[in-house]
Nanobody
């Protein structure tokens, strides 16, 4: 059973930074190598949206709002996934989720429907 556990959320003032981490367990080696992993978020009253995704040896994809501010990284030796978030603003306030799923024909996607494993989420609150 694949489990994803997020950590690192919290409250920060606008302009600040946070680093989220996700620990993955329960993968067998072959499945992990073929997995996309990513960060998604859901703000109150809004749908869940992709933030950034990464294949086993990166390429990465970022949502437009994340480009230049957020960096996704994957440590395959530790089965962890991080998201460094800089220059945060109030619109970044949301529950952030780690997810994993199979690689598609065009690599990893920012859409949520290709991911079949999800963590419980970690709250990020940015105050202005």
């Amino acid at each position: 059973q694949v489990q994803l556990v997020e950590s690192g959320g919290g409250s920060v003032q606008a302009g600040g930074s946070l680093r989220l981490s996700c620990a993955a367990s329960g993968y067998d080696a072959s499945t992990y190598r073929s997995a996309c992993m990513g960060w998604f978020r859901q703000a109150p009253g809004k749908g869940r949206e992709g933030v950034a995704v990464v294949e086993i040896y990166g390429p990465t994809k970022y949502a437009d709002f994340a480009k230049g501010r957020f960096t996704i990284s994957r440590d395959n030796s530790k089965n962890t996934l991080d998201l460094q978030m800089n220059s945060l603003n109030s619109e970044d306030t949301a529950m952030y989720y780690c997810a994993a799923g199979p690689v598609g024909g065009a690599g990893c996607y920012l859409g949520t429907n290709t991911y079949n494993y999800w963590g419980q989420g970690t709250q990020v609150t940015v105050s202005s």
